[in-house]
């Protein structure tokens, strides 16, 4: 990594300053003032810390510094880099690199037509060429979404159909009759999505004939269903109200 480091950050030391000559490959000789330390800088909100190196230059201040300062006043610039075994001259050089080729770059689109067309031919299009339609696409995405809000207000129709047959009010009083006779229209109208069995406290849920039957909310059996002859391991039918 070789970068500048952005953004206001305190001075080195100036005792920590060596003055450094480096020639480069074409010959030109380059003098620098320069500090090489280490810096932690802070990742994320956690409180953890990044070590990099630091190559510090004193160069001359910038025209807003010379204005407050005076005309023959410095100011550092600092270079974050992490290879260790990199020579601090051709840290500095290579950085250097970046803005030469950057200025390459820049002259070429202003003398050389570097973002220019080679050509303005054009091609018909293909008719027969598939694209995707935005309209569809976006209806798509409305019917995932109206799918979401009908699973959730199924949801909360199957839990309110649960609580309420998870009540259990008086045995035979109106209000019972009532309430199980709004459950069942609230069952039809949901369609086939019918509430669970079996209530959140392990009850089972009230049923028509617990809480309107008779003799303390038993449950009475079919007359046609046969019950075990009293006397005997003989069935017989139960009397029903057309027997003698």
Not at 85 to 94: A, T
Not at 156 to 164: F, M, Q, V
Request: hydrophobic share 35%.
């Amino acid at each position: 990594m070789l970068t500048w480091r952005k953004g206001s950050a305190e001075d080195v030391d100036p005792d920590l300053f060596t003055n450094l000559t480096y020639v480069d490959q074409p010959g030109r000789t380059h003098q620098w003032l320069v500090g090489d330390t280490t810096v932690d800088l802070p990742v994320g909100e956690t409180g953890e810390v990044f070590t990099m190196r630091q190559v510090s230059l004193t160069v001359a201040n910038n025209k807003t510094g010379r204005q407050t300062r005076g005309q023959d006043s410095t100011r550092q610039i600092h270079i974050l880099t992490t290879p260790a075994e990199m020579s601090v001259e051709q840290v500095i050089y290579r950085m250097g690199s970046r803005w030469r080729q950057e200025n390459y770059f820049r002259y070429a689109r202003m003398h050389f037509d570097l973002d220019s067309h080679d050509a303005y031919a054009t091609t018909d299009d293909d008719p027969t060429r598939l694209v995707p339609n935005p309209a569809k696409k976006k209806a798509h995405r409305q019917v995932l979404a109206a799918r979401v809000r009908y699973e959730r207000a199924l949801a909360a129709t199957d839990a309110a159909l649960l609580e309420a047959t998870c009540m259990v009010p008086p045995i035979g009083s109106a209000y019972s009759v009532l309430q199980l006779a709004l459950v069942r229209a609230a069952r039809l109208e949901s369609g086939a999505h019918t509430p669970p069995r079996v209530c959140h406290d392990g009850r089972r849920p009230t049923s028509g004939a617990v809480a309107s039957g008779a003799a303390g909310g038993v449950k009475q059996p079919h007359p046609s269903v046969k019950q075990p002859h009293p006397e005997g391991g003989r069935f017989r039918p139960r009397p029903g109200p057309w027997s003698g």
